[in-house]
């Protein structure tokens, strides 16, 4: 049976830029379309390759900076045939435009019950607001969900969440799953569909992210799934990853991942097709997928690869 793939794009204004004092304009700017390889250079390149791709948008950044940034880009994710659903970082809801050191807590599991419904619900609706189909599957910001968050979605009709993360457990990633649990499974009311991790070390487990591992490192980890006929693989990217952190220049490493694994998930479109939660995909539930193993050779071409990015790749322009 098919492997699907979640490829899954956090898509959201940066913080640090906001903090720094920067321009509405220049947020946005860096945020969402940094140095010509943000989320429409993403998009291009995903029709370029065939592939389907989840944008999980925040919209609550639209309290401080307006609603027209998260409608232009949801226009955009919709207008190219992906899909946009909710992601969250509640801190903005006490931010200010005037006073860049306003906010309001940062993670969802600092949040009561109650709290975390109101903030759910209030970001559902404002990204309806801006143009986005009423939205069946969520991340939270940071990965910081915990089982109060899972019952809250369910209450107001997800389907689906993807915040549990092994690699950031138990801080901010709370769900109350193993912390090796890689394959989908229903808990509390819904459908966790957890990020997928390998074993970088012997006991420590990395998250598979654009800007975590390397290419080999994907391509290990793909043809594990695929080998082992997994449920899923779930990839993490951000809409801003492919630049440095400034926003003002792309980071060539991040730039040729995400070319490379591209071409791997469409070299594997057979097997492990690309998927949108909104598609309700066929999952097998409750399987006992396991991680990537270790291997030195791999996290040591990562490591020096990660050196030259930080400090090369990432300096500004």
């Not at 232009?72 to 931010?95: D, F, K, S, Y």
């Not at 200010?96 to 759910?120: C, K, N, P, V, W």
Request: charged letters at 20%; glycine letters at 6%.
């Amino acid at each position: 049976m098919a492997t699907p793939v979640f490829l899954t794009i956090d898509t959201e204004l940066m913080w640090r830029h906001h903090a720094a004092g920067l321009a509405s304009a220049d947020i946005v700017a860096r945020s969402l379309e940094p140095a010509g390889v943000g989320v429409g250079y993403q998009l291009a390149m995903l029709k370029r390759y065939g592939l389907k791709a989840t944008f999980f948008v925040d919209p609550m950044p639209a309290l401080v900076h307006g609603r027209d940034h998260v409608a232009r880009v949801v226009e955009a994710i919709l207008a190219a045939g992906q899909e946009v659903q909710l992601h969250l970082h509640p801190n903005w809801t006490a931010a200010s435009a005037e006073d860049r050191t306003a906010h309001a807590r940062f993670e969802m599991i600092e949040y009561s019950a109650h709290e975390q419904r109101g903030l759910l619900e209030q970001a559902r609706d404002l990204l309806t607001a801006c143009g986005a189909p009423p939205p069946v599957a969520f991340r939270a910001g940071s990965y910081a969900a915990n089982d109060d968050t899972l019952a809250a979605l369910t209450a107001l009709g997800f389907t689906y969440d993807s915040s549990h993360n092994g690699a950031h457990h138990p801080w901010p990633s709370a769900v109350s799953l193993p912390v090796r649990q890689i394959a989908p499974v229903v808990h509390r009311g819904l459908i966790e569909v957890p990020v997928t991790l390998i074993e970088d070390r012997a006991g420590r487990l990395r998250h598979f992210q654009l800007c975590a591992l390397s290419i080999a490192e994907m391509r290990a980890a793909l043809d594990h799934a695929g080998a082992r006929d997994h449920a899923a693989v779930t990839i993490v990217s951000h809409g801003f990853e492919l630049a440095n952190r400034a926003g003002t220049r792309a980071n060539a490493v991040h730039l040729r991942r995400f070319t490379g694994l591209c071409a791997l998930l469409a070299d594997r479109a057979q097997d492990m097709p690309t998927a949108h939660f909104a598609d309700r995909p066929a999952l097998r539930l409750g399987r006992d997928d396991r991680p990537l193993g270790p291997s030195l050779w791999r996290t040591r071409w990562r490591q020096a690869e990660q050196l030259w990015s930080n400090l090369v790749a990432e300096r500004a322009a």
